[in-house]
Structures are given as C-alpha cells and as structure tokens.
C-alpha cells in the first residue's frame, strides 16, 4: 500500500514537472485580447498534453521571452567598463 501511495507521489511530481518546464509569455500584437482568449486558445493547443506551438501562432499569438541576464555579481551597474587602467 505505501509502495502504491509513494508511486502516485512520484507520478504527481513529473506531471507538475512537466508543465512549469514551459515558461513562454504569449502576446498579439495589435490586437485586443482577455486572460480569457487566451485560456481558451491555450487549451486548445494543447489537447495532446503538450503546446503546439503552431496552433498558437496560427491563432494570432506570439511568443514572448525575455533575454537572460549573465550573472556578474561584481558588475557596474551602470554599464560602463570598468577595466584595467594604465596611466
């Protein structure tokens, strides 16, 4: 019984795994929309368990993703190149 119990934990863990690995914005562009247009939409897309990427876009919607930042914990803030000087 606790073996059964620890495989439906387990089974739980990889399905909520699998739906945080997608963490697309999506946006239209010129285009009034609600949260509800795009549940529907999303849903739609994504009756085989996974996003089809081309129905969405097929539907007006645009995938929005942010640039990564590289980690400089020792970085200007300003931006500017603080190197070497040589006077």
Same mark, same amino acid.
């Given at each position: 019984?606790?073996?059964?119990?620890?495989?439906?934990?387990?089974?739980?863990?990889?399905?909520?795994?699998?739906?945080?690995?997608?963490?697309?914005?999506?946006?239209?562009?010129?285009?009034?929309?609600?949260?509800?247009?795009?549940?529907?939409?999303?849903?739609?897309?994504?009756?085989?368990?996974?996003?089809?990427?081309?129905?969405?876009?097929?539907?007006?919607?645009?995938?929005?993703?942010? %640039?990564?930042?590289?980690?400089? %914990?020792?970085?200007? %803030?300003?931006?500017?190149?603080?190197?070497?000087?040589?006077?």
């Amino acid at each position: 019984m606790r073996a059964a119990t620890n495989l439906i934990g387990l089974g739980l863990v990889v399905a909520l795994a699998g739906c945080a690995a997608d963490d697309r914005e999506w946006m239209k562009i010129n285009e009034k929309y609600t949260t509800e247009d795009f549940r529907r939409d999303y849903a739609a897309c994504s009756k085989s368990g996974k996003l089809d990427e081309e129905c969405m876009k097929h539907r007006g919607w645009v995938a929005v993703t942010a %640039p990564k930042q590289a980690d400089k %914990p020792y970085g200007d %803030p300003y931006g500017r190149d603080v190197g070497p000087r040589i006077r």
